[in-house]
């Protein structure tokens, strides 16, 4: 898989964590297991600012951008449909060998998307 | 709670890294996916190990790399250090992303928590094999 495609998937997973520790019935949940959820989240906040200053720029703004207009900058192509707004794909999109050795992103939606292949 | 899960019975591993390698080796995963969801759980670790009780850990994420919740539980008897304190019994599992995620994702640790709150801690470190630790979660298990 691309390797910026990789950072965006990474970066998207450790958004979705941080916003489930900050959520009020899961960081309940945590604490009653012993956790620290609040000292956890501001490690992640670290941990993602510094993978995010690894992403070029470009890339990195579009992640922002999208993450902020739709919630989820990064989804997976399911049933040759972008799982993001359901938009079936173009078949060259998915017949190439290499799709995801590339960054592609949906063209009705405009998010990240890869194959699970 | 009718969830399946996989159960490594004799970890060999001897550190949180290998440990969680070991139980995502109970899935078959492609390489890269793999890779991302080891690098998911290592990172929620060195923000806070997830000692839920002493001798039980819980290593845990949720990612748009699963479709469906996956379970994994471990048994050391020797002890993996987490990262210094040694555990015996890990429960790892990863919640997919998708509009039911959230709640999916909580109510499993809801259950965990209330499992292991109520005797269920004791319980599964004393197990005496992969039917009863599954059990005391009501959780099935097995390979596909």
């Known amino acids: ?117 | 709670m009718d969830r399946h899960c996989r159960i490594k019975w004799n970890m060999t591993s001897t550190s949180l890294e290998e440990a969680i390698s070991e139980l995502l080796d109970e899935f078959q995963f492609q390489r890269t996916t793999r890779t991302l969801l080891q690098t998911a759980l290592e990172t929620r670790e060195m923000a806070e190990p997830t000692m839920v009780h002493e001798g039980i850990a819980m290593p845990h994420c949720r990612s748009i790399l699963v479709d469906d919740i996956m379970i994994a539980l471990g048994r050391s008897a020797s002890g993996i250090p987490w990262p210094e304190r040694g555990v015996r019994m890990i429960i790892l599992f990863i919640t997919p992303v998708k509009p039911t995620g959230p709640s999916e994702h909580l109510e499993l640790i809801k259950h965990i928590a209330q499992t292991l709150r109520s005797g269920g801690a004791e319980e599964l470190l004393s197990a005496s094999g992969p039917d009863e630790a599954a059990s005391i979660f009501k959780f099935t298990y097995g390979g596909d």
Request: with cysteine; net charge neutral; charged share 25%.
């Open chain 1, 1 to 117: 898989m691309n390797k910026v495609m990789e950072k965006l998937i990474s970066l998207h997973d450790l958004d979705v964590m941080i916003s489930d520790l900050a959520n009020k019935d899961i960081s309940r949940q945590e604490k009653k297991l012993g956790l620290y959820p609040e000292a956890a989240v501001a490690e992640l906040r670290k941990m993602r600012d510094q993978l995010a200053s690894t992403i070029d720029r470009k890339h990195r703004d579009m992640y922002d951008r999208l993450a902020g207009h739709y919630g989820n900058a990064v989804v997976p192509v399911v049933n040759q449909r972008c799982s993001g707004c359901l938009t079936q794909l173009p078949t060259a999109f998915f017949a190439s060998p290499d799709r995801n050795d590339q960054v592609v992103t949906c063209p009705s939606c405009g998010r990240f998307i890869y194959w699970c292949d």
